[in-house]
Antibody, heavy 125, light 107 residues
Framework: QLQLQESGPGLVKPSETLSLTCTVS??????????WGWIRQPPGKGLEWIGT???????FYNPSLKSRVSMSVDTSKTQFSLKVTSVTAADTAVYYC?????????????????WGPGTVVTVSS | DIQMTQSPSSLSASVGDRVSITCRTS??????LNWYQQKSGKAPKLLIF???SLQSGVPSRFGGSGSGTEFTLVISGLQPEDFATYFC?????????FGGGTKVEIK
């Protein structure tokens, strides 16, 4: 059974960089059948797709965040990571990592079939 | 970006009721529509993908239909564990977008 787990600081100061890691159980991350994504949910609000990465390192980002977001993958550690620079209070949210089942091969277009439990990140001084 | 509009935003229902939730999109997305269930404090769970395909392990009382710009999630025979918030998501065009959610509460 595939499992994902987010980790990282729960508190980040404004203007600093938010860094999170998602650890994937077993060696699923190296599969060429799936992509891996980040989604966030501000308190009491809906879901926002942040970006998606393939094990090869190919990335797709939400244009609304693209200038501040980067993702990377470390297959040796079965992990993928998220960085968001220059954070503000608007970046306060629960951050989820998830597996993407793509519906159009080679693209970020797909749905999220396995999710981590989420990690709360608060941006505050 | 494709805008996703869910209705109603909330509803009250009783155990055993048949519940319908609608998701409308700002442009046609064929059947590239997915539904999730989210319980309080938990991660979303995939229920339906490609408009009408039931995810493995999801009870058959959940059903999805629709194509183009209008989609429906139906719960036939609401169970106590179904009280949650439901989200739709399109996988037709980047960026991936979600609906605002429908909260199903106990009457």
């Amino acid at each position: 059974q595939l499992q994902l787990q987010e980790s990282g600081p729960g508190l980040v100061k404004p203007s600093e960089t938010l860094s999170l890691t998602c650890t994937v159980s077993h060696d699923f991350i190296s599969s060429n059948s799936y992509f891996w994504g980040w989604i966030r949910q501000p308190p009491g609000k809906g879901l926002e797709w942040i970006g998606t990465i393939f094990y090869s390192g190919s990335t797709f980002y939400n244009p609304s965040l693209k200038s501040r977001v980067s993702m990377s993958v470390d297959t040796s550690k079965t992990q993928f990571s998220l960085k968001v620079t220059s954070v503000t209070a608007a970046d306060t949210a629960v951050y989820y990592c998830a597996r993407v089942e793509t519906v159009v091969p080679g693209t970020e277009l797909g749905y999220f079939d396995y999710w981590g439990p989420g990690t709360v990140v608060t941006v505050s001084s | 970006d494709i805008q996703m509009t869910q209705s109603p935003s909330s509803l009250s229902a009783s155990v055993g009721d048949r519940v319908s939730i609608t998701c409308r999109t700002s442009q046609s997305i064929s059947t590239y529509l997915n539904w999730y269930q989210q319980k309080s404090g938990k991660a979303p769970k995939l229920l339906i993908f490609s408009a009408s395909s039931l995810q493995s392990g999801v009870p058959s009382r959940f059903g999805g239909s629709g194509s183009g710009t209008e989609f429906t999630l139906v719960i036939s025979g609401l169970q106590p564990e179904d009280f949650a918030t439901y989200f739709c998501q399109q996988s037709y065009s980047p960026p991936l977008t979600f609906g605002g959610g429908t909260k199903v509460e106990i009457k």
